[in-house]
Nanobody, 121 residues
Framework: QLQASGGGLVQAGGSLRLSCSAS????????MGWFRQAPGKEREFVGTITWSGSRTYYADSAKGRFTISRDNAKNTLYLQMNNLKPEDTAVYYC????????????????WGQGTQVTVSS
């Protein structure tokens, strides 16, 4: 089970750090991803990280502004978001998959409930 938190209302240019807590002791064996869904739009890939945390990959919209990390000892995934823009407004979801990290939404087996991020201009 995944529980995302840390969302909120922030002004453009501000920062937020999202967290995703996992109840599974096998968290450290899963690749993890962050996705987001804006109103009226499809859910889209934001970034992903390998089970060890050694490699990450980001959507173009996130590169240079967002950083994914994980603490396997705490069963927690993070998304540090800097220089936020109004177009980053969305519900953010964390997700887990077995095997290698991936940008493919459909490859993720487990999903958190989402946390709302709202960026005002």
């Amino acid at each position: 089970q995944l529980q995302a938190s840390g969302g909120g209302l922030v002004q453009a240019g501000g920062s937020l750090r999202l967290s995703c807590s996992a109840s599974e002791r096998t968290f450290s064996t899963y690749a993890m991803g962050w996705f987001r869904q804006a109103p009226g739009k499809e859910r889209e890939f934001v970034g992903t990280i390998t089970w060890s945390g050694s490699r990450t990959y980001y959507a173009d919209s996130a590169k240079g502004r967002f950083t994914i990390s994980r603490d396997n000892a705490k069963n927690t995934l993070y998304l540090q978001m800097n220089n936020l823009k109004p177009e980053d407004t969305a519900v953010y979801y964390c997700a887990a998959k077995s095997g290698y990290y991936s940008v493919g939404l459909n490859e993720y087996h487990y999903w958190g409930q989402g946390t709302q991020v709202t960026v005002s201009s």
